[in-house]
């Protein structure tokens, strides 16, 4: 006997195959064999509902009960009959319960699989349809049969008010796991002719960002939030500056997290009722997003990243946070960032829009696909303070031209209308036009520009942009009525066009592939043509990216393409190389390029300065169903003092790239323990030459420096500082006093063994309070990590007297050496808050103290 299906999913496939095991072969997805078993014939009903339903490949199935009849085993039909019984009301457990028996008794190694699936999730509030209901239903028929039934659960208001609870909890399991070539060809044919079977529906999203200055909520929010009549669909309401004290920075923790929180969902449209998707926060960066409760089930694949572009291009004081998620058939990613600050630094600032671009990545729920960056989204929402100033312009001038309201005029000398023109940033996005006066900067509590010492140039720092298709921006203004802070909030309402699908001829468009997949023969090997199999890296630097493409043209069979690691290996490649994407999907006679992206950083470089690693790799390319592809991978490395120990550098008088491979190897692999001996003909410096060389450059002229340590300096010139040190180029180091800053403290966090030697952490932060134990510890270092201890600690009381006007404390420079002069030995835990803290303590006692160690 056969039945035709005209649509059934991989879970209904799998779970009917359990219940058949015993009488059926594996089944195809286009149609279903059965043949004789013992036993009497019973008809099963299935009802999967619209959680498990949304589980599938695709995500795009109604809610159905599906019919049909088999044959099976006289003990699976007791247990199928138990289940049915009118005179049994079992509750929902129970039934569960004998649910997880008759698997038992069908497979042992699909219930392994899928238990978690369905016989131990516990029930929660926010989810829709609570498992898998079996009945039976007398009527005999040899066919599928589908009947769509409408669940929509009831939207609680745990669903807005508590932080726990919140529709990202329900959108994590509606992703199914397993993801076959099949399911991975259905789903591409199905991206492919999305437009046949979608539709386009507007819905209403409200965009709002606020700079709070490190300012609780002490006035309502409602003039910002609710300052239209009608409801939006989506909230998207990001802040910058959320908390600005040094725990915040170095720590990432805040109370004013839930008090914002507790601020915006008390202050949203009173006409209708929010669900919380996602908090996000970086720091001070934090992105909430909601959406009315009825939409709450069209939203799925929740993702959060974070990129932080602060100091060293990872702190969190400036950066980005973004959430992408699926909203009906239209994916949208929403980024809220804080660009690098001050007028002049507005090519740091975009520098810090294409590192959050390049490094924020969002995991996809099937794994044979690459992660997703912020372009490869159908709508993307960009808010924050992007810093971006008036140029050109004194005060008083851009004072009147706003009391004139000459916006139009003004623009003219926006920094970011000028970048974007250029195609320097943001290219391809656009900005509504600005009929509000800038946004910065206020004297808190009133709306009179600043008073103060600095007297800023008004600016508008706070904007929203977009990209996508079917954007109507409605509004883009800011509110003068909130005062708390020195930034005015700025919001736009947007209607955006989402694709909805048509079930019917989402049917149509899926029968039709899945028809034409089973014409294909299985048995076609598929096969690729590489464009390059070779591969050269060219005098690699320290830190600095390198990229070389190729590209795969698929043959005329679909194939599933992943990098795999050779055997012995973990991983598909050495530790300085990435291919993006390493896996995919092509379609007959398609093709993708490939980048191989070369960085060495501080945990490769010291063995590649050694020459016990070298600039080779060979990559295995690997085809599902066919055969592999070997690429050769070399490249030569230039030597460098960032990753190179400190009694290593001691002993090299010579910039490091003028010394022999042979002279580099032998005194980077000598023991640290021999360091102090007088084993070299010469001896050793005090300290390493390229370390006096920052320090000295930034004593003579950055002692005054604002924000030393704290404002990131531009890669290029890190670049260029990097060649001076190991080539010895010029006496003095090029760039700017916050690029040399920034390079040292790149320098000190790759030594391979910190300053104060990774046996002495734990002591360290054992006697945290004890100046005396400290100090004995400090003495116990070898010779040159004595001496470089030394002279920093010096250096940075220097700073201090200066404190004034660079802006510096010994909080925060305990806080920025605490963690790389003192870190922990490799293979222990990250450090909690509690031994950061008490690193700092370590420190923050000699940055008090003016007496010598020795």
């Not at 709450?296 to 973004?322: D, F, Q, W, Y």
């Not at 090519?347 to 960056?373: A, G, H, V, W, Y």
């Amino acid at each position: 006997m056969k039945s035709s299906v005209s649509m059934l999913s991989k879970l209904e496939w799998e779970f009917l195959h359990c219940l058949l095991e015993p009488v059926l072969p594996v089944p195809l997805f286009g149609h279903i064999s059965l043949r004789s078993g013992t036993g009497p014939t019973a008809v099963v009903c299935f009802e999967f509902r619209e959680l498990w339903l949304r589980a599938t490949t695709s995500q795009r199935y109604a809610p159905r009960m599906l019919e049909f009849h088999f044959s099976v085993p006289r003990t699976l039909w007791t247990l199928l009959y138990i289940l049915q019984s009118p005179s049994l009301c079992h509750p929902w457990h129970s039934r569960a319960g004998l649910l997880v028996s008759l698997l038992s008794a069908c497979s042992e190694h699909w219930l392994v699989k899928q238990r978690g699936r369905f016989g131990s999730r516990p029930q929660q509030q926010n989810e829709v349809g609570q498992g898998v209901c079996l009945s039976c239903a007398s009527s005999h028929s040899s066919a599928f049969t589908c009947r769509q039934s409408k669940l929509k659960p009831e939207v609680t208001t745990e669903m807005v008010r508590s932080s726990s609870v919140m529709v990202s909890n329900m959108a994590s399991v509606l992703s199914e796991p397993k993801f076959g070539l099949r399911d991975t060809i259905v789903k591409s044919e199905l991206v492919q002719r999305e437009d046949s079977y979608t539709y386009i529906q507007n819905f209403r999203f409200f965009v709002g960002t606020y700079n709070v200055n490190g300012q609780s909520p002490k006035e309502s929010l409602q003039p910002w939030l609710r300052c239209d009549s009608a409801p939006p669909d989506v909230y998207c309401v990001g802040f910058q500056e959320l908390d600005l004290s040094k725990e915040a920075f170095f720590f990432n923790d805040t109370p004013k997290e839930e008090e914002w929180f507790k601020a915006v969902t008390d202050s949203l449209h009173p006409d209708a009722k929010y669900a919380k998707v996602k908090l996000v926060r970086l720091v001070g960066i934090m992105l909430l997003l909601y959406v009315k409760a009825d939409l709450a089930l069209n939203i799925s694949e929740v993702e959060i990243e974070t990129v932080g572009t602060g100091i060293m291009g990872r702190m969190g004081n400036k950066g980005g946070v973004a959430i992408r998620f699926k909203f009906h058939n239209t994916s949208v990613c929403v980024v809220n960032s804080h660009l690098a600050a001050h007028t002049e630094e507005y090519e740091r600032r975009n520098q810090d829009f294409k590192d959050i671009c390049s490094r924020m990545q969002f995991c996809q729920s099937n794994p044979n696909l690459p992660p997703l960056t912020i372009s490869k989204h159908d709508v993307i929402l960009w808010l924050g303070d992007l810093n971006y100033r008036l140029e050109e312009l004194d005060v008083t001038k851009v004072k009147q031209l706003v009391d004139e309201k000459a916006f139009s005029e003004l623009c003219q000398y926006d920094q970011l209308k000028r970048q974007m023109n250029a195609k320097a940033v943001f290219e391809g996005f656009t900005e509504g036009e600005i009929s509000f006066q800038p946004t910065y900067k206020y004297d808190a509590g009133c709306d009179e520009w600043d008073t103060s010492e600095k007297c800023r140039v008004p600016a508008w720092c706070d904007r929203i942009l977009w990209k996508g298709q079917n954007v109507a921006q409605l509004s883009y203004r800011s509110h003068m009525a909130l005062k708390i802070s020195d930034h005015k909030p700025v919001s736009s309402v947007f209607d955006i066009g989402v694709k909805v699908v048509n079930e019917e001829l989402y049917r149509k468009v899926f029968e039709e592939i899945v028809r034409s997949l089973d014409k294909m023969e299985n048995a076609n090997i598929p096969s690729v043509t590489l464009s390059q199999r070779e591969f050269h890296f060219e005098d690699v630097k320290y830190m600095q990216l390198q990229v070389e493409k190729f590209t795969i043209r698929n043959g005329q069979v679909p194939c599933q393409f992943e990098f795999i690691s050779k055997p012995d290996e973990v991983t598909y490649c050495k530790e300085w190389l990435i291919a993006n994407p390493s896996k995919g999907f092509l379609l007959p006679g398609s093709e993708i390029t490939i980048e191989l992206e070369l960085f060495v950083n501080k945990s490769t470089a010291t063995r590649l300065n050694s020459g016990e690693e070298k600039l080779e790799d060979i990559l295995v390319l690997h085809l599902d169903r066919g055969k592999d592809y070997f690429l050769s991978v070399t490249g030569n490395y230039l030597p460098s003092c960032f990753g190179s120990p400190i009694h290593t550098l001691c002993y090299m008088r010579e910039p490091i790239q003028d010394m022999s491979a042979e002279s580099i190897r032998n005194l980077t692999l000598m023991p640290l323990e021999m360091s102090d001996n007088a084993t070299q003909a010469e001896k050793p410096l005090e300290i390493p030459k390229e370390l006096w060389m920052m320090v000295d450059h930034l004593y003579r002229n950055a002692s005054q420096q604002e924000d030393l340590f704290q404002q990131p300096g531009l890669r290029s010139e890190f670049e260029q500082i990097r060649d001076c040190l190991d080539k010895g180029m010029h006496d003095t180091l090029l760039g700017s006093n916050h690029s040399v800053a920034e390079a040292l403290l790149l320098f000190l966090e790759s030594l391979p063994e910190p300053v104060i030697c990774y046996r002495f952490y734990s002591s360290c932060l054992e006697c945290a309070n004890n100046y005396l134990l400290s100090s004995q510890i400090i003495s116990n270092l070898p010779e040159c990590h004595k001496n470089v201890f030394e002279y920093l600690m010096a250096f940075l009381r220097e700073l201090l007297k200066n404190s004034g006007k660079n802006n510096l404390d010994v909080n925060i420079l305990a806080s920025i050496f605490g963690g790389l002069l003192l870190r922990p030995p490799p293979g222990h835990p990250m450090p909690n808050i509690m031994e950061k803290r008490k690193a700092q303590q370590f420190i923050h006692q000699f940055l008090l103290k003016e007496n010598s160690l020795s």
